[in-house]
């Protein structure tokens, strides 16, 4: 059996940038709207994260919709590619994961049967939330990336 766990997740205010692409590249989009962040000297004051509009097995890599957010406790101008989102409370069935952050999607189908077997309802129209609880060092001794993966659940 899966180690999911249920969570109140309260709303928040985020700087995001949105991007069309593969999933496996935020990290990349992560760099950028880091670098905007301090380069505006707007702090942001919880984990980054990803919200994932599209299951990957359904949509084709270069078509996926997703945001980079930093959650910020500020009111911030948004400039070019990076505007600001309110993410609304969810209940969210979650499980981590830590490893290489392109295997995380292996634990969606966990975390799913999971949900179904629980009696919950995936609610659909919300996006998924993938939490950057540690980043991957480039320093081979560091630890693994720590991911934690979200999923807006109702019922039971």
């Excluded at 999971?114 to 919300?126: A, K, L, P, S």
Aim: proline share 7%; glycine share 8%.
């Amino acid at each position: 059996m899966a180690d999911v766990q249920v969570k109140e997740i309260e709303a928040m205010r985020a700087m995001a940038l949105p991007f069309t692409g593969d999933y496996a590249d935020s990290m990349d989009h992560l760099d950028r709207i880091m670098g905007w962040l301090l380069r505006t000297g707007h702090p942001y004051s919880q984990r980054p994260m990803m919200l994932c509009h599209d299951d990957p097995a359904k949509v084709p890599a270069g078509e996926q919709r997703g945001e980079i957010c930093m959650p910020i406790e500020e009111v911030c101008e948004g400039t070019g590619d990076f505007v600001n989102r309110d993410i609304p409370a969810a209940t969210v069935a979650c499980m981590t994961y830590e490893g290489d952050y392109s295997q995380s999607a292996e634990i969606y189908p966990q975390i799913f049967d999971w949900i179904r077997e629980n009696g919950y309802t995936y609610v659909e129209d919300e996006p998924t939330r993938e939490i950057f609880v540690r980043l991957e060092e480039e320093d081979s001794g560091a630890p693994l990336a720590l991911t934690e993966v979200q999923v807006p659940i109702e019922g039971a």
